[in-house]
Antibody
Framework: QITLKESGPTLVKPTQTLTLTCTFSGFSLSTSGVAVGWIRQPPGKALEWLALIYWNDDKRYSPSLKSRLTITKDTSKNQVVLTMTNVDPVDTATYYC??????????WGQGTMVTVS | DIVMTQSPDSLAVSLGERATINCKSSQSVLYSSNNKNSLAWYQQKPGQPPKLLISWASTRESGVPDRFSGSGSGTDFTLTISSLQAEDVALYYCQLFYTTPPEWTFGQGTKVEIK
């Protein structure tokens, strides 16, 4: 059974760096074809893809946020970490991580709400 | 720039009636490696994460009721709920994958309600 869980601060001040961790089980990020992505959703708004990392450490970023994002993985800990620099109140959102396959996001974590204020 | 449009923003359908949601891309999402369209549909209920319903434009995920179906190719896609049930009240999102450059894009969402 695949599960993912996001963790990180609930409140961050503007201009600070936000670090979120996705801890997963039921699959390995060292297996060919596996990927984990980050998606966010501001309150009452649509989903927005942020970043994705593949089993081979290939990384992809949303063009609009690329300069502020870094995604890394720790295969031994079954974790993926997303770092966002210079946060702003518009970054207030629920942040999800998800198992990515078939160019879609199969299994999602419950999400973690982050407020920038 | 890639332009993606999901419509309508909301719709109200009577129980047992058909609901149709559209997703249009300014560029083809046909994935040449498998000749399939990189288009997915998600359902999101309040307070829950999205749930993948359909991948590759028309492949229903395991456990998804067969009243949900996806169709379309190239740039125009449709999610159909053939006979709306009360538990289908939710937000629905399409999501496209573009290969060059690699990018995942979500539609703005469609709210489905009971009339």
């Amino acid at each position: 059974q695949i599960t993912l869980k996001e963790s990180g601060p609930t409140l961050v001040k503007p201009t600070q760096t936000l670090t979120l961790t996705c801890t997963f089980s039921g699959f390995s990020l060292s297996t060919s074809g596996v990927a984990v992505g980050w998606i966010r959703q501001p309150p009452g708004k649509a989903l927005e893809w942020l970043a994705l990392i593949y089993w081979n450490d290939d990384k992809r970023y949303s063009p609009s946020l690329k300069s502020r994002l870094t995604i890394t993985k720790d295969t031994s800990k079954n974790q993926v970490v997303l770092t966002m620099t210079n946060v702003d109140p518009v970054d207030t959102a629920t942040y999800y991580c998800a198992d990515a396959a078939k160019h879609a996001f199969d299994i999602w974590g419950q999400g973690t709400m982050v407020t920038v204020s | 720039d890639i332009v993606m449009t999901q419509s309508p923003d909301s719709l109200a359908v009577s129980l047992g009636e058909r609901a149709t949601i559209n997703c249009k891309s300014s560029q083809s999402v046909l994935y040449s490696s498998n000749n399939k369209n990189s288009l997915a549909w998600y359902q999101q209920k309040p307070g829950q994460p999205p749930k993948l319903l359909i991948s590759w434009a028309s492949t229903r995920e395991s456990g998804v009721p067969d009243r949900f179906s996806g169709s379309g190719s190239g740039t125009d896609f449709t999610l159909t709920i053939s006979s709306l049930q009360a538990e289908d009240v939710a937000l629905y999102y399409c999501q496209l994958f573009y290969t060059t450059p690699p990018e995942w894009t979500f539609g703005q969402g469609t709210k489905v309600e009971i009339k």
